[in-house]
């Protein structure tokens, strides 16, 4: 079936430092969806990609999506503490466009003042 | 701005009981899901849920679960002997009239599971 991984599964990173993940599909995905986490909390939308190489930016955050459809990523600029949480990738099938998202492992995301 | 409701935030049940997780999703959504998320792990499809019946469902949803929607409001999930391994955070989530390819989901803020 459908899987999505996520690398890497935490991420240590000094107050001011930059942080990346990165999805990968098994399949080609119609769409990437990013959510974000916070320690005791439900999963809060971020972003949607949908077109291939798509990039897209909010303030810190600059999220892409492959060539392929199969994989993406969110690259944090300059962390600040209330970047805090895990960062979760998701996607639904290019084959099944209608169906189940899928989640990755997720990224947990620490942050030291 | 519009949420998705869950009650209980935590439920304690024993081995083989019954519990109901309820959730009222966003009025004018149209898509409802369960998740369901172990301590620390990612957060795993359960079942969607459009017009009144499943849409999907995983192999975690076996014949232990159900879903109901009884009236024009409420989402429910039922589990009918729960087991040690049912433990986990439930999270219902609804989304838009985008439909299903498109939309973000809004998800609830779970209910804590704890089978003993």
């Known amino acids: 079936g459908q899987q999505v991984m996520q690398i890497p599964q935490y991420q240590h990173v000094q107050e001011g430092e930059d942080f990346t993940t990165y999805c990968n599909s098994s399949?080609?995905?119609?769409?990437i969806q990013w959510y974000k986490q916070r320690p005791g909390g439900h999963p809060v939308f971020l972003i949607q990609?949908?077109?291939?190489?798509e990039v897209k930016k909010q303030k810190r955050l600059t999220f892409q999506f492959g060539e392929a459809k199969k994989n993406s990523s969110l690259h944090i600029t300059a962390t600040q503490t209330t970047d805090v949480g895990t960062y979760f990738c998701?996607?639904?099938?290019?084959?099944?466009?209608?169906?189940?998202?899928?989640f990755g492992q997720g990224t947990e995301l620490s942050v030291k003042p | 701005e519009p949420e998705v409701t869950q009650t209980p935030s935590h439920q304690v049940t024993q081995m083989g009981q019954e519990v109901i997780l309820r959730c009222v999703p966003i009025?004018?959504?149209?898509?409802f899901y369960w998740y369901r998320q172990i301590l620390g792990q990612k957060v795993e499809f359960l079942v969607s849920?459009?017009?009144?019946?499943?849409?999907?469902k995983s192999e975690i949803f076996d014949d232990q679960f159900s879903v109901e929607r009884p009236d024009g409001s409420n989402f429910t999930l039922k589990i009918r002997s729960t087991k040690l391994e049912d433990s986990a955070m439930y999270f219902c989530?609804?989304?838009?009239?985008?439909?299903?390819?498109?939309?973000?989901?809004?998800f609830g803020n779970g209910t804590r599971l704890t089978v003993t």
């Open positions: 989530a609804s989304s838009g009239i985008g439909g299903a390819y498109n939309s973000p989901l809004h």
């Open positions: 399949t080609t995905l119609s769409n």
């Open positions: 990609l949908v077109k291939s190489g």
């Open positions: 998701a996607g639904r099938s290019l084959y099944n466009q209608g169906g189940k998202l899928i």
């Open positions: 009025s004018n959504h149209l898509y």
């Open positions: 849920f459009y017009n009144n019946e499943i849409s999907e």
